[in-house]
């Protein structure tokens, strides 16, 4: 008789393949996938993508107007497929849906990274403020449905310094108290020509710029008194057009004389980033000679005084030709 053993086995083909395909797939195996991301900005100034962008410093800020261009490249930098792959920036959320625009250009409902595969696009949105440090994060899961470890990159946009100057001197065109000497009322402050103290000299910022950040506000025009050298200096100045000015009546004068420019009594003046312009002096020149001291009532009297006396003299002298001429004839 014979006896036979049966022996029944349970065979699941779908769990079979998995273990052949993925025999790594367990739960203590790390993830199969590595994200990366890679995030730039475009520079105001240069129009280059780069860590940290720039404004200039005639930039107004709090803004509701500014805007910054965003460049993010995320990566699957792993042999394995990732999936379900997503993108937060949170100061910037224009990106988020930029993403998945990007990843629906490859393919519609795209939402994976093939191994070593890249999305590279760009995204605009609003800048209130400046420094700007914007951050965007990648997500993604393995084949598994395991989330991956998440990445991050930002960058960043600032403003320069204002660092612009402007200034010269205020100075007689003349080293003597005479106006024809030779040197004299010809623009240019030769030796001996002396600069002039407290003339006050007056900057605008033809731009609307801000020409003294130190007080609250925008201020577009700023005021200050020459040294005791006539030397003035404006500094901290964003780029922009000026104008720098003096009045005549500003320009002090010891002595009391009349004056004039020898010069423009104003300049404008296109400034560059940080730019540097030290030539806008104001010469000045009396056609007067000094008084001595002596006011214009005072004079007006001496004249007369003058005059009376010259007066009183020529009848003396009269008087006296008169009584001479008698005698004789006695």
Do not use: H
């Amino acid at each position: 008789e014979y006896r036979g053993i049966f022996l029944q086995l349970s065979f699941n083909p779908a769990s079979a393949v998995q273990e052949l395909a993925y025999p790594e797939a367990t739960t203590d195996c790390e993830p199969g996938g590595e994200l990366a991301i890679d995030k730039l900005v475009k520079d105001p100034e240069t129009g280059e993508y780069v860590d940290q962008g720039s404004y200039g410093s005639d930039e107004k800020f709090p803004s509701t107007t500014a805007t910054a261009e965003w460049k993010i490249t995320v990566t699957n930098a792993s042999e394995y497929l990732v999936e379900n792959v997503t993108l937060t920036d949170a100061n910037a959320p224009a990106c988020d849906a930029a993403f998945v625009a990007a990843l629906n250009e490859i393919e519609t409902g795209k939402d994976f990274l093939e191994a070593f595969e890249s999305v590279t696009f760009t995204c605009v949105d609003d800048v209130d403020d400046v420094p700007f440090i914007n951050l965007a994060k990648a997500n993604g899961e393995d084949v598994w449905d395991r989330p991956l470890p998440e990445v991050e990159d930002d960058a960043s946009l600032i403003q320069v310094l204002a660092s612009g100057i402007i200034g010269d001197t205020v100075w007689y065109d003349c080293s003597t108290s005479v106006a024809t000497d030779p040197g004299c009322d010809n623009g240019v402050q030769d030796t001996g020509e002396l600069g002039i103290k407290d003339t006050k000299v007056t900057i605008t910022g033809l731009d609307g710029q801000d020409v003294d950040p130190e007080t609250s506000g925008v201020q577009t025009s700023k005021n200050l008194l020459t040294d005791a050298n006539g030397k003035y200096l404006f500094s901290g100045l964003p780029a922009g057009n000026y104008k720098v000015q003096v009045l005549i009546s500003d320009v002090p004068d010891a002595q009391d004389r009349t004056l004039r420019f020898t010069t423009a009594s104003s300049f404008t003046i296109l400034l560059p980033e940080g730019g540097q312009r030290l030539d806008a002096d104001f010469g000045v020149i009396a056609d007067t000679l000094p008084e001595t001291g002596i006011n214009t009532d005072q004079i007006v009297l001496t004249a007369m005084l003058l005059i009376g006396a010259g007066a009183l003299a020529l009848l003396i002298a009269r008087r006296k030709e008169e009584d001479e001429g008698l005698n004789i004839a006695a």
